[in-house]
Structure formats: structure tokens, C-alpha cells
């Protein structure tokens, strides 16, 4: 028995330190419904997540799938998103650390009333050459 005694508290030890350091992030999560805009050298993603409680959220995502390996490129980015449950206005004019992605989310109250979302979205983004402009339409389907 003493010679097993260390084996089984080395194996507690080990079990304790999986369980405590332990990853619980699951990174964002678009399940409830969301659409994607692919305009040139972006991916827009409108969403809304949890649409069922009392504050559903939606919101937007804008990544850059262009980059040409530099995003240090990158001087000003705005982005507008009109829907028919709300808008987001996005302004950064000293983009600094860009890395890809810009998020936005807000509590939505009208989420949930319309079967149907149709939607806007624009995006301008300036690099050290050149200012430029894209602009797409999009349209989700709510099902409950």
C-alpha cells in the first residue's frame, strides 16, 4: 500500500489542476439567427441572439477577409447598419492594432415581432492610398 499511496496522490493532484485550469470560453456565438453579407474584402455577420428572453441582443461583425497580409494598412474604418429592428453606426478614425474584426452589440426591443428583417449595411474604410466604399443589402427569415 505505500508504494501505491504516492501514484494516487499524484493522480488527485493531476485532476485538481485539469479541473481548476479548465477553459470555459466558447468564443462568441451567432446560434439563434444571423445572416452574412459578403461585400469585397469583407464579411458582414447582422445576428440576434436570444430572441426567446425578455433582452435579445443583435448585433453586428465586420471582418476583413482581404487583408494582403498587412492590416497595419488601415488608417479610419466606419461601418452603418440599418435594419428594421434598429442601426449601428461604427466610427474608428485612428485604427490602431487592427486585427481583422470590429464587433458591435446592442439589446434589441423589437426583436422577435417581425417575421422578416431586412437590412443595410455600408461599409468605408481608408488605408494610406486610398478611401474605400461597399455597400449590400441583406434579409433574414425569423422562424419561432
Given at each position: 500500500m505505500k508504494q501505491v499511496m504516492p501514484f494516487i496522490v499524484i493522480v488527485i493532484l493531476i485532476g485538481t489542476v485539469m479541473y481548476v485550469m479548465q477553459d470555459d470560453y466558447e468564443g462568441p456565438d451567432y446560434a439563434d439567427i444571423k445572416t452574412d453579407v459578403e461585400i469585397p474584402g469583407w464579411t458582414i455577420t447582422y445576428y440576434i441572439n436570444d430572441i426567446a428572453h425578455d433582452e435579445p441582443m443583435h448585433g453586428v461583425e465586420a471582418e476583413r477577409t482581404e487583408d494582403n497580409g498587412d492590416f497595419d494598412?488601415?488608417?479610419?474604418l466606419e461601418l452603418f447598419l440599418v435594419s428594421?429592428?434598429?442601426?449601428?453606426?461604427?466610427?474608428?478614425?485612428?485604427?490602431?492594432?487592427?486585427?481583422?474584426?470590429?464587433?458591435?452589440?446592442?439589446v434589441c426591443s423589437g426583436c422577435g415581432q417581425d417575421e422578416h428583417i431586412n437590412g443595410r449595411v455600408m461599409i468605408n474604410w481608408n488605408d494610406q492610398t486610398n478611401t474605400h466604399m461597399e455597400y449590400e443589402t441583406f434579409a433574414i427569415e425569423i422562424n419561432d
Open positions: 494598412t488601415m488608417k479610419s428594421s429592428e434598429g442601426s449601428f453606426y461604427i466610427q474608428d478614425l485612428e485604427v490602431e492594432d487592427f486585427d481583422g474584426t470590429v464587433r458591435h452589440e446592442e
